[in-house]
C-alpha cells in the first residue's frame, strides 16, 4: 500500500476533462512538501508532467493542470487525446523518525475510451 | 541533450552483490542531485535512494536501507548503486534519474532507460 494513495484508474473520452487524486498525510504533503507529477506510456521511461504542484516544464501542454491543498493534490486533464492514454504518478517528499525519503503514489491508469 | 545511460544489470543469485552505473552526459553533472527509482515488473514506480550534487545528503527507502549504497564520482559524471544481500523482492527495472535542482527536494526531471536487475536461482 502507497503512501500516497491515487485511483487505480479513470477513464474518459476525448475532448472530456478528468482528475487523478493524490492523498497523502500530515507528514509529506500535509508538511508543506510539493508534490510532482509523472506520466509513464507503456514500455517507456517516466516523463515530469509537472513540478511543484503546479508548473510544467517545457513542452508539457498547458491542459495538464495541477493543485494541492492540505493533505491532497490532483491532477486535471482537459481536451483528453489519444496520446494522454498512459499511467500517472504522483511523488512527494516524506520525513519520519526513519529519516527523509521520497514517495511514490501508486500510480492511475489513464483510459482515453 | 541530457543523457542517462544505466548499466549493470543481470541475473544474480539471492544474497549476491552487484553494482549499477549510470553515466551522464548533457548537463552539468555536479550541480544536480541524483536518484535511482525502480519498477518492479506491471508494478509502480518506487524510490530507492537519492544523493545530493556534493554527497552531503543522502537518503535511502526503508526496504533497501543497509543493503544499498549510493554513491557519486563527479569527476566522471557517473553515479553508482551498490546493491548487496540482494532479495527476489528487489527485482526490477532500476532508472536513473536527474534531479531538477541540488537537493534531494527536487523533482526529478530526466531518466535514463533503465537497466533491469533479475533476483532469482
Known amino acids: 500500500q502507497s503512501v500516497l494513495a491515487q485511483p487505480p484508474s479513470v477513464s474518459g473520452a476525448p475532448g472530456q476533462s478528468v482528475t487523478i487524486s493524490c492523498t497523502g498525510n500530515?507528514?509529506?504533503?500535509?508538511?508543506?512538501?510539493?508534490v510532482h507529477w509523472y506520466q509513464q506510456i507503456p514500455g517507456t521511461a517516466p516523463k515530469l508532467l509537472l513540478y511543484a504542484s503546479t508548473d510544467r516544464p517545457s513542452g508539457v501542454p498547458d491542459r495538464f493542470v495541477g493543485s494541492k491543498s492540505g493533505t491532497s493534490a490532483s491532477l486535471a486533464i482537459t481536451g483528453l487525446q489519444a496520446e494522454d492514454e498512459a499511467d500517472y504518478y504522483c511523488q512527494s517528499y516524506a520525513s519520519s523518525l526513519n529519516g527523509r525519503k521520497w514517495v511514490f503514489g501508486g500510480g492511475t491508469k489513464l483510459t482515453v475510451l | 541533450e541530457v543523457q542517462l545511460v544505466e548499466s549493470g544489470g543481470g541475473l544474480v543469485q539471492p544474497g549476491r552483490s552487484l553494482r549499477l552505473s549510470c553515466t551522464a552526459s548533457?548537463?552539468?553533472?555536479?550541480?544536480?542531485?541524483m536518484h535511482w527509482v525502480r519498477q518492479a515488473p506491471g508494478k509502480g514506480l518506487e524510490w530507492v535512494s537519492g544523493?545530493?550534487?556534493?554527497?552531503?545528503?543522502?537518503g535511502y527507502a526503508d526496504s533497501v536501507k543497509g543493503r544499498f549504497t549510493i554513491s557519486r564520482d563527479n569527476a566522471k559524471n557517473s553515479l553508482y548503486l551498490q546493491m548487496s544481500s540482494l532479495r527476489p523482492e528487489d527485482t526490477a527495472l532500476y532508472y536513473c534519474?536527474?534531479?531538477?535542482?541540488?537537493?534531494?527536494?527536487?523533482?526529478?526531471?530526466?531518466w535514463g532507460q533503465g537497466t533491469l536487475l533479475t533476483v532469482s536461482s
Open positions: 548533457g548537463f552539468t553533472f555536479d550541480d544536480y542531485a
Open positions: 534519474a536527474k534531479g531538477q535542482g541540488f537537493t534531494l527536494l527536487d523533482s526529478l526531471d530526466y
Open positions: 500530515s507528514s509529506n504533503l500535509g508538511a508543506g512538501y510539493d
Open positions: 544523493i545530493s550534487w556534493n554527497s552531503d545528503d543522502i
